[in-house]
Every structure is written in C-alpha cells, then in structure tokens.
C-alpha cells in the first residue's frame, strides 16, 4: 500500500516547453506503490521519476494532454513502418533497468547531443543521480535496450527505453539512444516496439506522457494514431474521462 512522504505545489518557473510562460508541477514523493495504485494515478494524468509521481499544476495554461494509444486499435503510418524495418537487425531485451557504464555512456553522448543542437542546459547526470531516476526500485519499472549486435568490438548498447508496466497499462517514460544511430528513427520504432510488447501481454493502453502540440519535442506523440488525449486533471476520486483525438495531428 503506498505511504506519502511529501506532497508539494511547485512555485510557478519559466516553463521548459513552451517561451514566454510559467509551468508548476504537483508532486507526490510515495513508497511501496503497487502498480495497481500506480495505475490509478496514470489515468489521472499523473507520471513517475523514481520514487516521484507528477503531473502539470498549471494555473493559466492547459497545454501539456496526457495521450494514450490503444493497443487494439494502432495503425502505424507509413514513417513509423519505415523506422521499424530500418530497426529490424537490432536486438531488443526486456528487463528490469540497471545501471552500469554502458548505460551512462549513451545517456551522456545521448544529451551532449541535444545540448549542441537543441540548446538543452547541461547535464551532470552520474550513476547515483541515474539509479534514482531511471533505477530506483519499483514491481512496475522495465527497461527496454536496443542492441547491435553486428558491431566488430561486440555488441554495442545502441537504445534505451525506461518503462513502466501495469495491469492495463504501459508506460513510455523515457529513451535515449546513441547520436549516430539517428538515422534510423530509432525513437519511433521504440513506440511501435511496445505497442507490440502490450498486445502480447494483453496490455490495453500504451501512455506516451504529455503531447505538447506548440513544442516540437513534444508534438511527435501526436503521429500514433488513433489515440485518446485526457481530459482536464481528474481528482483521485474522480473518474477519469478519455477522449479520442481528431484525425489531423494539428488538430487539439
């Protein structure tokens, strides 16, 4: 049964997202949350970094829409099918995240990356900061890592997804991948991957977090089609209302 330790109401900051507003997040900082609890929380709107649940507690802005794809009705476009070929010769595991020098490596050349073409703050991310973000124990935490095995040294760590699983309901948390590897959408194929993995376990929904259709590293979530995009931020005990997005992308 999970305990809270803290529950907190961000002070409003320059948002990260979205120029020229101010973001808030509520927190919830809990212990020994069973996935059955956690999936109460993630169809509320709410997501987790280590032993930190969160979700947008913005006053004057309404932006960032928790999105879901149904695994039933998936369709990938022609893009998302060309990614997944393209990732076809890679090797993908399934397990519980870990944390070694191979992991932090990609993640660095992963970030050093987006700090030299997306102007991203620097990272200082090291294996005790990693453990409890990506790491920190959990029944729910997965982690999916892409590999190539065709590398002359051995096989290389090329992707890695940071996931969570429930009862009737994955969750996309995060993923990195090696910058030249790029070419092959690995991102893409990544989603396409657990959409596949839930419809083998009898997963109904795949959680892809916040679409934010003003941020371009946020939007993409957008492209899996058909998906269900929540409405408002329900109250713990209220029902959570899913509805299911317009056909055009562009569209909120």
């Not at 330790?5 to 900051?13: K, Q, S």
């Not at 959990?138 to 002359?152: F, I, K, T």
């Not at 997963?203 to 977090?209: D, E, R, T």
Request: proline share 9%; hydrophobic share 35%.
């Amino acid at each position: 049964m999970a305990l809270l330790l803290a529950h907190e109401i961000e002070t409003p900051r320059p948002c990260s997202y979205l120029p020229g507003r101010e973001a808030s997040l509520e927190t919830l900082l809990m212990r020994n949350v069973t996935p059955r609890e956690y999936e109460h929380l993630l169809v509320r709107g709410w997501r987790r970094f280590g032993p930190q649940y969160f979700r947008p507690a913005c006053v004057s802005c309404q932006e960032c829409v928790s999105l879901r794809v149904s695994v039933e009705d998936f369709r990938p476009n022609r893009s998302q099918r060309r990614a997944r070929a393209a990732c076809a010769h890679l090797r993908v595991e399934v397990g519980p995240p870990r944390v070694d020098e191979e992991r932090l490596a990609l993640y660095r050349a992963w970030h050093a990356e987006r700090e030299q073409v997306r102007e991203w703050d620097a990272s200082e991310l090291g294996a005790r900061e990693y453990s409890l973000q990506f790491a920190f124990p959990h029944p729910s935490a997965r982690e999916v890592a892409w590999y190539d095995d065709s590398d002359p040294a051995g096989p290389k760590l090329v992707g890695l997804g940071l996931c969570d699983e429930m009862p009737r309901a994955w969750s996309a948390v995060y993923f990195f991948y090696d910058p030249a590897f790029s070419r092959l959408s690995l991102g893409k194929a990544s989603v396409l991957f657990q959409v596949e993995l839930a419809r083998e376990r009898g997963i109904p929904y795949v959680y892809l977090g916040y679409r934010v259709l003003a941020c371009d590293s946020l939007r993409y979530k957008a492209a899996f089609r058909p998906h269900e995009l929540l409405e408002g931020r329900p109250a713990m005990d209220e029902p959570p209302h899913w509805r299911t997005a317009p056909e055009s992308p562009d569209t909120p």
